[in-house]
């Protein structure tokens, strides 16, 4: 064996090494895949996932499934095979960690910022099926979140309807971060909060914020809820976040208080979040909902209007699940109440909006 012929042996042997070694280093990038799905008019552990209080209820049939997904988590990396895997599988997908998580957000953050978009969603989601009822629902100041470890953490609750903070009547979100202000760091802000029915009230010392010494803040996210006229919960798993599924608790929440079954008994499944006027708004990870509610047996899936390009790429077989356009909670409860009663009915499909 020649000197040449030894030294391109040990260059291919060292490119080879260097090549195995680069597939596991971590790569910028997470995976996105199909997740499980959840019959949100079902039992979850032990209870009615749509419980409903003061309102008389229906018996329902059929399944209507909320869909999600499963991506790597915040303090998860991926190395490049992992990534490539995930690029060549159909029903994945590979995006930049960047879009997902920021730089700047902590896992606690990205925690935290699901979990509030959570109670909003469903919130809204329960007042958009009343106003479909026909309620008029005042707009009422509450707690969507908490942080851990706050000076409110323990005090201040999700869904509690803020009425005042230092004798200040509170009827619009920023008259809260003006009374806490107010306060002054170091100093006992005074809420008066409507919770479970009950008026409470409750001292929370305020604290500097991480970003600014003078700031005052007690550690709460707050939004604007709504005076419901009797009681709507969701029991879910705290682990779903998001507000990806606001479409199909108000679905789930009108199913429950109409005579009849919405679905018809069938397997129908969806996503979409939803703003107070009934909008549907579009999501992430279409393609792997659609997947996943497909492998579960669901034959209709109710897609966001501006997902439904995306939607058509998914990786189901032709004709397994059929994907009905839908920009409204009202064209929703019209598409479903139309394939009820006839499952071959011509709903807005998302092959005619491409």
């Excluded at 606001?246 to 929440?253: D, E, P």
């Excluded at 792997?288 to 509610?293: F, G, S, T």
Aim: glycine share 10%.
């Amino acid at each position: 064996m020649t000197r040449r012929t030894v030294s391109s042996v040990v260059v291919v042997v060292l490119l080879v090494a260097l090549i195995g070694a680069a597939a596991f280093l971590p790569v910028p990038y997470v995976t996105m895949s199909p997740g499980p799905t959840v019959d949100v008019l079902a039992k979850y552990d032990g209870d009615q996932v749509i419980e409903v209080d003061g309102h008389k209820t229906f018996q329902t049939e059929g399944d209507l499934r909320l869909t999600t997904v499963s991506v790597t988590s915040p303090n998860v990396e991926i190395n490049l095979l992992e990534a490539l895997s995930a690029w060549f599988d159909g029903t994945r997908a590979v995006y930049p960690r960047d879009v997902i998580y920021p730089p700047e957000q902590t896992v606690d953050d990205v925690r935290r910022e699901s979990s509030v978009q959570m109670v909003s969603s469903q919130d809204t989601a329960i007042a958009v099926a009343m106003h479909e009822l026909g309620y008029d629902l005042p707009l009422l100041t509450e707690v969507l979140g908490v942080t851990k470890g706050s000076p409110a953490d323990g005090k201040l609750q999700p869904r509690d309807y803020l009425l005042e903070v230092n004798g200040v009547k509170i009827d619009d979100v920023a008259k809260v971060s003006k009374a806490i202000q107010q306060t002054g760091v170091g100093e006992t802000a005074e809420f008066v909060v409507r919770r479970d029915g009950e008026r409470k009230t409750v001292q929370v010392q305020a604290e500097a914020a991480p970003d600014d010494p003078n700031r005052a803040v007690v550690g709460v996210e707050i939004g604007t809820g709504y005076d419901f006229p009797f009681d709507v919960k969701v029991h879910i798993d705290e682990d779903i976040g998001g507000p990806s599924a606001g479409l199909i608790f108000s679905l789930a929440v009108y199913d429950t208080l109409t005579p009849g079954s919405l679905t018809g008994g069938n397997d129908i499944a969806g996503t979409g979040s939803i703003d107070g006027d009934g909008n549907v708004g579009p999501i992430g990870g279409i393609q792997q909902k659609i997947v996943a509610a497909a492998d579960a047996g669901a034959k209709v899936f109710l897609v966001p209007a501006a997902n439904c390009q995306a939607a058509l790429g998914a990786d189901v077989r032709e004709g397994e699940i059929e994907l009905v356009r839908t920009a409204t909670m009202h064209e929703a409860v019209q598409s479903l109440e139309k394939y009820a009663d006839n499952p071959d009915a011509d709903l807005p499909s998302c092959e005619g909006a491409a």
